[in-house]
């Protein structure tokens, strides 16, 4: 079971984040999408091939948490599809096995009484514009070694769980655990994930307190241990997703003082 870093803001330079990855013994960088340094035009596959070689490392690709291939506007779900599938063929250029990516909840009016999200009122647009994701994203894909992995952040709204599973009806995506979130929403997202638990294959970890998350591993009250047997079972990677370099030294100090065997 691997275990990587994500890219830190304290680490801008690729061969700095790629440097700690090695020295703390991990197996691979997450590079973030939301970064100006990690965007598709930006990233020069050779400069990153010679990285992961000189390091002995490998990446994940966490796509722009912003990605809406939902939005009404055609011009700007175009632009979130050409995203994606720019995305791929990096991934397929550079092996990297996993894109990971947030479910945007779109926009709400604000009513007297609650919120109403645009994507419930006309859903069936919504579910439409996810399908063609899926297919644009697979065929793109194109039966390569790259999985597209959904992870949860704020819970999960009906009609994000239904377009989930039109996704995951697609082989080329999966399921992303992230614990720390889950943890700060009080566990609503851990219910909809272990019903598809076959479809695991990457976890974000962090410790959380509260409602406070990305905190180092040990340092909150999230059972760290049951997700990592959790993460073991599917062999899953797991990014230590901390965002400080001294939250994953400790983190990394954690995880080995209660599994030697890392």
């Known amino acids: 079971m691997d275990l990587g870093m994500p890219a830190l803001i304290e680490l801008p330079e690729l061969a700095d984040?790629?440097?700690?990855?090695?020295?703390?013994?991990?197996?691979?960088?997450?590079?973030?999408?939301?970064?100006?340094?990690?965007?598709?035009?930006?990233?020069?596959?050779?400069?990153?091939?010679?990285?992961?070689?000189?390091?002995?490392?490998?990446?994940?690709?966490?796509?722009?948490?912003?990605?809406?291939?939902?939005?009404?506007?055609?011009?700007?779900?175009?632009?979130?599809?050409?995203?994606?599938?720019e995305a791929v063929a990096l991934a397929k250029e550079l092996r990297i096995p996993v894109l990971n990516m947030h479910m945007s909840r779109g926009v709400y009016f604000t009513m007297p009484e609650k919120k109403v999200f645009l994507f419930d009122v006309y859903r069936e647009k919504y579910l439409e514009s996810m399908i063609t994701f899926r297919d644009r994203c697979e065929d793109a894909i194109d039966g390569a070694d790259v999985k597209i992995c959904v992870e949860n952040s704020d819970g999960y709204t009906d009609f994000q769980i239904q377009a989930l599973d039109l996704l995951l009806e697609s082989p080329a995506f999966a399921l992303t655990y992230d614990?720390?979130?889950?943890?700060?929403?009080?566990?609503?997202?851990?219910?909809?994930?272990?019903?598809?638990?076959?479809?695991?294959?990457?976890?974000?970890?962090?410790d959380a307190r509260g409602g406070d998350c990305h905190l180092p591993l040990g340092s909150g009250e999230a059972d760290?241990?049951?997700?990592?047997?959790?993460?073991k079972a599917h062999r899953s990677r797991i990014v230590l997703e901390t965002k400080t370099v001294q939250g994953l030294r400790q983190s990394v100090e954690w995880l080995r003082a209660k599994f030697p065997v890392l």
């Open 17 to 85: 984040c790629a440097g700690l990855c090695r020295e703390l013994g991990l197996q691979f960088v997450e590079l973030n999408m939301n970064l100006p340094q990690y965007q598709t035009g930006r990233m020069e596959p050779a400069v990153f091939r010679e990285a992961a070689v000189q390091y002995g490392i490998y990446y994940t690709l966490h796509l722009d948490e912003n990605l809406n291939a939902g939005d009404f506007n055609p011009h700007v779900a175009g632009a979130w599809l050409r995203t994606a599938e």
């Open 179 to 206: 614990i720390g979130h889950d943890h700060s929403i009080g566990g609503r997202d851990g219910p909809v994930i272990l019903r598809r638990e076959e479809r695991l294959a990457h976890f974000h970890f962090h």
């Open 224 to 231: 760290l241990q049951k997700y990592y047997h959790l993460a």
